[in-house]
Nanobody
């Protein structure tokens, strides 16, 4: 079965960096689009980065562009999110996501990122 397991969250000061990791299993990882979303308290879940499978093309919203970088290691079935110049408004639970060809959505359990002094 499909499993997505995030790690790497924590507490960081404004201006600091964190790297999130998502370990995937149960599907042909290299073929799938992978995304990171986040959800802050009282707010809707929002996309923060996406990466295609074969081409590894990436997308970012303006709120994180230039600060966040998504990458993937198809040999290790892992997708990473490097987050630099973190701001308090980046505080949220971050989720790893993929969608099966059937249209079913898969989510990880989430990892908390807190940016605070």
């Amino acid at each position: 079965q499909v499993q997505l397991v995030e790690s790497g969250g924590g507490l960081v000061q404004p201006g600091g960096s964190l790297r999130l990791s998502c370990a995937a299993s149960g599907f042909i990882f290299s073929n799938y689009v992978m995304r990171w979303y986040r959800q802050a308290p009282g707010r809707e879940r929002e996309l923060v980065a996406g990466i295609r499978g074969p081409s590894s093309g990436t997308i970012y919203p303006d709120s994180v562009k230039g600060r966040f970088t998504i990458s993937r290691d198809n040999a290790k079935n892992t997708v990473l999110l490097q987050m630099n110049s973190l701001k308090p408004e980046d505080t949220a639970v971050y989720y790893c996501y993929t969608r099966a060809p059937s249209g079913y959505d898969y989510w990880g359990q989430g990892t908390q990122v807190t940016v605070s002094s």
